[in-house]
């Protein structure tokens, strides 16, 4: 199959990010092209300081680039926009909310009818466990309920894509593991583009169509994934797999190797 | 071994002890309010052995005779209304100072917050404003107090101007530093839920910086009551500050004191009344 434009969810052509001017300038991003069709899961993979997390902000409008382009669905990102949706490594959700006002902010602020968000809101807050709770404040909730309520809050916004900025990173591998699975049935029952920043090799593998890795501000390595849905612990065990953990590895050791 | 079950609820102390039938916590508040009180009754017993020692009313009255005098003049004042003091009831006069301090607090206060948001959003308006604020609020009232009564003239206006300013800056500098301090992904993720600049102002910054501002509110208070009743002592025809320069002049210790911690009670009062608001505009934090 071609791809065409308009079967891209992103289209990153020679992006470039530096801060400041001269020798002293750091460039996270140089000259980085990258593709994303629509409904893929791609995991980009990285060590600190290499350019991950400000591709994910190139693409979600909120940094800008110093040359070269985003086209998100064929548009060029100038600025956050309410169909880049977004889940943030910190909390971010506003504290002041109920979980309820809170899951439907996005809609409510945007001037969405209530018939219109309401059922959606209704749904999304089931489908991330927390029916019931809609009249609970944040700071009764536990840090992996929070990431719920933040995962519900941008699906039930209805962006077409999803960022997301090791948004499990600070969790236990318990809260991690139900939140993939939780994080995967809305991906699979809505085929939303998701773009999933991440340090965790075994993580972009249960969860990636696709992983890049992102080293020294390119694009260091482009792997597909194939293995069936949905992928458990026995993903460990498999090869194939096995082998692709140790090639990530090894590309994202090679700067650290570079270095020392 | 048990494992947890992920995403289990954190549940608050507060929480454990109202499943308990909220006794500890009434236990809790029951004795730290049983501790203020027994910390005012060994300062009132200490007070009155003073005034015995000191054993003259002129220099140091006891705590009696100060509530009995104040008792005496609370509702009318012969001897003021002698020397042709309007109104020279202590109520009356409380009453005015506690009243154009909360105007000119509310007023003061509500344009500094505004004005310490917005600021916080550009560093021009900042870098233009902030000497300015900082230099005349560091001013002490009763420096700037005469330069306000020359210019708007002995009338109540120009205190509740004097007294807003105060408020004003005070707040403003709270805001602006709330805002400044305001994580920026809370409002970058509201820009990614679709919110302009406006509505993240109105939705994200103003409710998220409202602990700190309302903090700010409850220093203002205090100040504005303090500044009030300062430059009453300068020239003012009512107020308590008014009656407390009056009394002085008398050498009517008794009187002076009475005054002096009425007002005080009355601003404990007021910080009360305005932690309740608080804790339920709050009760998220």
């Keep these: ?260 | 071994m048990t494992v947890a079950s992920p995403g289990t609820q954190a549940v608050p102390p507060v929480a454990l002890s109202r499943a308990a039938g909220g006794r500890p916590r009434r236990r809790a508040m029951a004795g730290a309010i049983g501790w203020r009180l027994l910390g005012v009754a060994v300062f009132l017993v200490l007070w009155e052995i003073a005034s015995l020692v000191a054993d003259s009313r002129a220099v140091l009255p006891g705590p009696l005779n100060v509530v009995t005098d104040f008792g005496g003049s609370f509702f009318d004042d012969a001897g003021l209304r002698y020397l042709g003091v309007r109104s020279p009831g202590y109520a009356i006069n409380i009453g005015f100072t506690v009243g154009l301090s909360i105007l000119a607090w509310f007023v003061g206060s509500m344009a500094g917050a505004v004005v310490g948001l917005l600021s916080a959003r550009s560093q021009v308006v900042r870098n233009i404003s902030e000497p300015l604020l900082f230099v005349f609020g560091a001013v002490p009232a009763l420096v700037l107090a005469p330069f306000f009564l020359v210019w708007f003239g002995q009338d109540p206006i120009s205190k509740m101007v004097l007294v807003a300013f105060y408020c004003f800056v005070s707040v403003g500098l709270v805001a602006q530093s709330a805002a400044l301090a305001f994580p920026p992904s809370s409002e970058e993720y509201a820009a990614t839920q679709g919110l302009g600049a406006r509505a993240r102002f109105l939705h994200v910054i103003v409710p998220g910086t409202m602990p700190a501002v309302l903090s700010g509110l409850r220093i203002a208070l205090a100040t504005a009551i303090a500044v009030q009743a300062t430059i009453e002592l300068l020239g003012s025809q009512f107020g308590v500050g008014r009656l407390i320069a009056l009394r002085a002049t008398q050498g009517d210790v008794s009187s002076v004191l009475g005054l002096s911690i009425a007002l005080g009670v009355v601003a404990i009062f007021l910080d009360f009344l305005l932690r309740r608001v608080i804790r339920a505009l709050t009760r998220w934090q």
């Design chain 1, 1 to 260: 199959m071609t791809t065409t434009q308009t079967d891209l969810a992103f289209e990153i052509r020679d992006l470039t990010v530096a801060f400041g001017k001269g020798p002293a300038a750091i460039t996270p991003l140089r000259s980085l092209d990258l593709t994303v069709p629509r409904g893929q899961f791609l995991c980009i993979l990285g060590p600190s300081g290499q350019g991950k997390s400000t591709l994910l902000r190139c693409m979600a409008g909120l940094q800008s680039p110093t040359s070269g382009s985003v086209l998100a669905e064929g548009t060029e990102v100038t600025g956050p926009d309410a169909n880049l949706g977004m889940v943030f490594q910190q909390d971010a959700i506003p504290l002041w909310l109920r979980v309820g006002d809170n899951i439907s902010f996005g809609p409510r602020m945007r001037g969405v009818a209530k018939s219109e968000w309401e059922p959606r809101v209704r749904h999304f807050i089931e489908a991330v466990g927390l029916a019931g709770r809609e009249r609970a404040w944040p700071k009764e909730l536990s840090g992996g309920m929070r990431k719920r309520v933040a995962i519900g809050a941008v699906f039930a916004n209805d962006p077409d894509i999803l960022l997301m900025d090791e948004p499990f990173g600070s969790l236990d591998y318990f809260t991690k593991a139900t939140l993939h699975d939780t994080l995967l049935d809305l991906w699979a029952e809505t085929g939303k583009t998701i773009v999933f920043v991440t340090h965790d090799v075994d993580e972009a593998l249960k969860l990636a169509d696709r992983i890049i890795v992102v080293t020294d501000g390119r694009v260091g390595a482009d792997i597909p994934l194939d293995f069936a849905r949905p992928r458990g612990d026995d993903l460990r065990m498999d090869v194939t797999a096995d082998a692709i953990r140790r090639d990530l590895l090894e590309v994202l050791q090679a700067p650290a190797k570079v270095q020392s």
